[in-house]
């Protein structure tokens, strides 16, 4: 089963409303977590690092004030999209990493969240 | 800086040919982890292969097998007979070891048709 859960799976919101993503581990603790954004057909781009207990790191050109990310425990991530706009639709899927065992980066992609802002 | 080259923007191919994905990497970490992700049109990501940069022992799984040369920085995915299931798109992504954050190669966009 999913060891990382992403929701909602899709949604559609109105052009400058704001929506919430989450992530969560479901079954392992994580200190950090990522958040990638996919455009059709395109690759996908790392926006941010989410750490936990601290301010995310974003990636040149992502706006940290359109995109709030939050990591308030080791088992929760959300990205919230601010004042979304029709270019703001797009696939987003986050990841976490999994430090249990000897790898120690182990890497959990969670089922993706598409959204459409209309 | 990393960077991962997946040239190959779409291979067609009829059900039951073997079909290859060409994946080039620059890295100026001496250890990284290289990966292979199937992503149907559902979205999600489909885990397949990770390696670890010490291990260049090539890798079959099934109809899957992998070939890494780090002489040549390459990482490439080989899917034998292929199978109108297999139609997807495939990433080749890099990571930095003990870090997480993956830099994903363009994609290739794989048909198989019956």
């Known amino acids: 089963g999913a060891v990382v859960s992403q929701h909602p799976s899709w949604v559609i919101c109105k052009s400058g409303t704001s929506v919430k993503i989450e992530c969560r581990s479901l079954?392992?603790?994580?200190?950090?977590m990522f958040w990638y954004r996919q455009f059709p057909k395109q690759s996908l781009m790392l926006m941010a690092t989410?750490?936990?207990?601290?301010?995310?790191?974003?990636e040149q050109g992502v706006e940290k004030d359109k995109f709030l990310i939050n990591h308030a425990s080791l088992t929760l991530s959300t990205l919230t999209v601010t004042s979304a706009h029709p270019e703001d639709s797009s696939f987003y899927i986050c990841?976490?990493?999994?430090?249990?065992?000897?790898?120690?980066?182990?890497?959990?992609f969670g089922e993706g969240s598409w959204l459409t802002v209309v | 800086a990393q960077k991962v080259t997946q040239a190959q923007t779409e291979i067609s191919v009829v059900e039951k040919e073997d079909v290859t994905l060409d994946c080039v990497y620059e890295?100026?970490?001496?250890?990284?982890?290289l990966f292979w992700y199937k992503q149907p049109p559902s979205g999600e990501l489909v885990f397949l292969i990770r390696?670890?940069?010490?291990?260049?022992q090539n890798e079959i799984s099934g109809r899957y097998s992998w070939n890494f040369q780090k002489s040549t920085s390459s990482f490439n995915f080989t899917i034998t007979a292929s199978q109108v299931v297999d139609s997807a798109v495939y990433f080749c992504?890099?990571?930095?070891?003990?870090?997480?954050?993956?830099?994903f190669g363009a994609g290739t966009q794989v048909v198989v048709t019956p």
């Open positions: 990841s976490a990493r999994d430090q249990r065992g000897t790898s120690g980066n182990t890497i959990y």
């Open positions: 079954d392992f603790q994580a200190t950090t």
């Open positions: 989410s750490n936990e207990g601290s301010k995310a790191t974003y």
């Open positions: 890295t100026r970490d001496t250890t990284y982890y």
């Open positions: 390696r670890n940069s010490f291990d260049e």
């Open positions: 992504a890099l990571s930095e070891v003990g870090w997480g954050k993956l830099q």
